[in-house]
């Protein structure tokens, strides 16, 4: 009979690429998670190719995996206009952001990219599906992987799994309602995600804390890295905006507390735009104050214990995807008095103050769940 840590293997699937900063700090908290019970863990990436060419297709659409030489020696003839589009400007700073996640991937995750998915049921004893919007119907990926069709149902577990949407599209429901009976075992990471899987199905489901909540602070801070063009002692105001920030509230702050502005994301600052997902880490747990329309940016502030303001997300056409979210995770942590609106211009009284309750003792709670839930899913407690 086998035992338990010397054996079993489990693989991980969730969204791939190198662009969000989210993502991989979710994959590879899913994987720790994992390796925390005592598991061998792999990260498989299941598009269908991981490299340069799918960068080139998604901003060249024209680009086709089936051309044939030809068309391959008349791309090398006009390679010198090519590569001097897509080297300049905003996709060399695109491709450098690209190159630090991915070089954070390859340090802290144990990836594996040459996957026969026809032949890979059998090499693992669990395959665990998740965080992030694996479920998202309204996107383009190919169900049969986040779903885990490839393996036997005996195998498909989720952790965290996000559908990110309050419908189905009636196109696919009976595609999604097949994927949710096939797996052994389900938890989401949102209220509205179960309702909506009992409300299909009739299959009541966990609802768990995204994964980064699990891991400690002080390991994420074992990762983390000042940036090396942040120079001295300088006290700075860090914001993440995935969409526009409000920058006249911003500035002003900095100006009133001495406070040097690191924009994340800022399309104007390469040093800012290019940040690795260690140095993200860093300048969130550095910031004096810490604003930011992104739920991960949230989290990482609570965890770390900054001061924050989170706004709501602000754009033409802008959809606040998040405030669900973002609200359920204030008021878990009694912090809703942090949100930024439209209604009070985005300044919160005493940005700089912070009351910070048992967060620990929160944490813990969902640590414990969180493991109870996996326990069960992968059959721990009948070794």
């Not at 214990?305 to 056409?317: K, N, S, T, W, Y």
């Not at 204030?330 to 309750?357: C, H, S, V, W």
């Amino acid at each position: 009979m086998k035992t338990y840590k010397e054996h079993l293997k489990i693989a991980n699937l969730t969204l791939d690429g190198y662009f969000n900063y989210g993502n991989v700090l979710q994959r590879y908290a899913v994987c720790n998670l994992l390796m925390g019970l005592g598991a061998e863990v792999e990260s498989l990436w299941f598009s269908p190719q991981a490299g340069f060419l799918p960068y080139l297709q998604s901003h060249y659409p024209w680009m086709k995996d089936s051309w044939d030489w030809k068309t391959w020696v008349k791309l090398g003839i006009n390679w010198k206009g090519i590569t001097g589009n897509l080297f300049s400007g905003q996709n060399a700073w695109e491709s450098a952001r690209n190159a630090g996640i991915k070089s954070f991937v390859d340090r802290y995750i144990p990836m594996r990219y040459d996957v026969d998915f026809a032949k890979v049921a059998d090499e693992y004893d669990y395959f665990v599906v998740g965080s992030d919007q694996v479920w998202n119907p309204n996107g383009d990926i190919d169900f049969s992987y986040p779903f885990l069709k490839f393996s036997s149902p005996s195998k498909r577990i989720s952790y965290a799994a996000s559908i990110a949407s309050p419908e189905i599209p009636v196109k696919k429901k009976d595609i999604f309602i097949e994927g949710i009976n096939g797996m052994k075992a389900i938890s989401v990471r949102e209220q509205a995600g179960a309702e909506l899987i009992e409300q299909l199905t009739g299959r009541k489901v966990e609802v768990v804390a995204d994964p980064t909540m699990l891991v400690a602070a002080e390991k994420w801070r074992e990762i983390a890295r000042k940036p090396s063009w942040l120079k001295g002692d300088e006290e700075i105001l860090t914001t993440y905006f995935l969409g526009k920030r409000p920058d006249e509230v911003i500035n002003r702050l900095a100006m009133e507390h001495g406070l040097k502005v690191v924009n994340i994301l800022d399309e104007h600052v390469f040093e800012h735009y290019a940040v690795a997902p260690e140095e993200w880490l860093w300048l969130i747990d550095h910031a004096k104050l810490m604003y930011t329309d992104s739920f991960h940016g949230t989290v990482f502030s609570i965890l770390f214990r900054r001061p924050f303001v989170v706004a709501e997300r602000i754009g033409d056409g802008c959809v606040n995807k998040m405030t669900s979210r973002i609200d359920t995770l204030l008021g878990k942590f009694g912090l809703e008095a942090r949100r930024g609106t439209k209604e009070n211009g985005y300044m919160i009284d005493t940005p700089m103050e912070i009351q910070y309750g048992d967060v620990e003792a929160m944490l813990a709670k969902d640590r414990q769940r969180a493991e109870a839930y996996l326990r069960r899913a992968l059959d721990l407690d009948k070794k």
